[in-house]
Structures are given as C-alpha cells and as structure tokens.
Nanobody
Framework: QVQLVESGGGLVQPGGSLRLSCAAS????????MSWYRQAPGKLRESVAS???????IYADSVKGRFTISRDNAKNTVYLQMNSLKPDDTAVYYC???????????????WGKGTLVTVST
C-alpha cells in the first residue's frame, strides 16, 4: 500500500520556525513532482510550494523568502522548512506526490492525511 505520511506540525509562536516532513512508502517505482498544500479553516486548499525531481522549485507569493521546500530522493521524502511564521500560516498542511506505482500505469497523484500547523501566542 502506497502512502504519504506527514510529520512536524504543531503549535508555534509568531516569528518561529517549523520543519515539516513527508515520507512516501510502499511499492513505488518512481516519484516525479512533490508539493505542499495547505487549507485554513473556511478556505480552499492552496498550493504552497512544489519541487521537481531534479530540484526546481515554485513558491506561492505568500511564502516566498520564508519557506523552503527540499527533497531527499534516496529517502522518498520531501521537506518544508517554514521560518518567520505568521498567524495567517495556520492551516492543515498536506503533502502531494506524483508517483508511478505499477509498471503498466503512469504517474498518479497521492495525498497525505495532513499535519496541523498553528501559529499563535
């Protein structure tokens, strides 16, 4: 069973930092792009950052200069380093990966269950 498992969320004060991790496990043949999304209460899910297999990155304007996405292909893991956190960053953060899990099928999109990040005093 292929799954993505996020970790690293929690409560942090404004201006603080957190590092999220997302590990892919199971019968994985290859992983293409990996991304972080977030969904705040009452809002739609939005893209935060993405990284290609070769390391090219894209960030939402709201997190540029504060968040850094990275990946370890040997560990099938993607990270999100979040600095200078603001209350508006409070959300459930979801990991997404496009993965090939069967020889006869192409890339499919997989989601983790999410990890809660709360930025508050």
């Amino acid at each position: 069973q292929v799954q993505l498992v996020e970790s690293g969320g929690g409560l942090v004060q404004p201006g603080g930092s957190l590092r999220l991790s997302c590990a892919a496990s199971g019968s994985i043949l290859s992983i293409s792009g990996m991304s972080w999304y977030r969904q705040a209460p009452g809002k739609l899910r939005e893209s935060v950052a993405s990284i290609s297999k070769l390391g090219s990155t894209i960030y939402a304007d709201s997190v540029k200069g504060r968040f850094t996405i990275s990946r370890d292909n040997a560990k099938n893991t993607v990270y999100l380093q979040m600095n200078s956190l603001k209350p508006d960053d409070t959300a459930v953060y979801y990991c997404n990966a496009n993965m090939k899990t069967q020889p006869t099928m192409g890339l499919m999109s997989y989601w983790g269950k999410g990890t809660l990040v709360t930025v508050s005093t």
